[in-house]
């Protein structure tokens, strides 16, 4: 074989080999690229079912949270625990103590806690004694408070620990001369106790 022709066929060889060579190289870095982008797809599946998934959790969740308590005694009424005996006789002494508690006299400012304490507990008394002082003292303009009609209401939640009471006053002021200078409207919440037979006023608190 001639010189020139081993040259060529030498030239032809190396050519194809290099070929070969490059032509592995690029398949390798082609299914390396592919392999890397399946696995990055992956999580990428999995992270978007999380997310389809995760604020129906969530909701659910915050709805079982806030949820109102339901208080055991909702929708009950005193005739559910007391007698009609019992819630008339309470009735009766939540207005008694009403009308010695609500009118103000300005010669005598004790007067409203000494009428109302024969319907009241010994330590409502002595609470109410107590605080006679703080009491707000009669103006020429506000020197007297009288009572013109009183409902007694029950309560729009009954419970077994204590006969609770609602009573709306509607009373007007008058002036040191007896003029009426101002009408007035106001409530009270009254918590009544049984002792020895006979319902007193243990707490009350007005309302407005």
Known sequence: METRTKVILFRITLVLVVAFF????FHQRNQDSREANTTKEVPQE???STESFTP??????TNESTEPMKSPNEGKKLADFYSTEDIEASKKVAEDFVRGLYPMDGNDMNKSVNDSSPYATENLTKMMKSEEN????PTNELFSRSLKEIVVKEPDEATPDGITLDVKVTGEFKNVKGEVTESDQTSYSLQLIKENDTFKVAEYSILN
């Open 22 to 25: 490059v032509g592995g190289y």
């Open 134 to 137: 703080a009491m707000q003292r």
């Open 46 to 48: 999995s992270s978007q």
């Open 56 to 61: 129906f959790q969530k909701e659910k969740s």
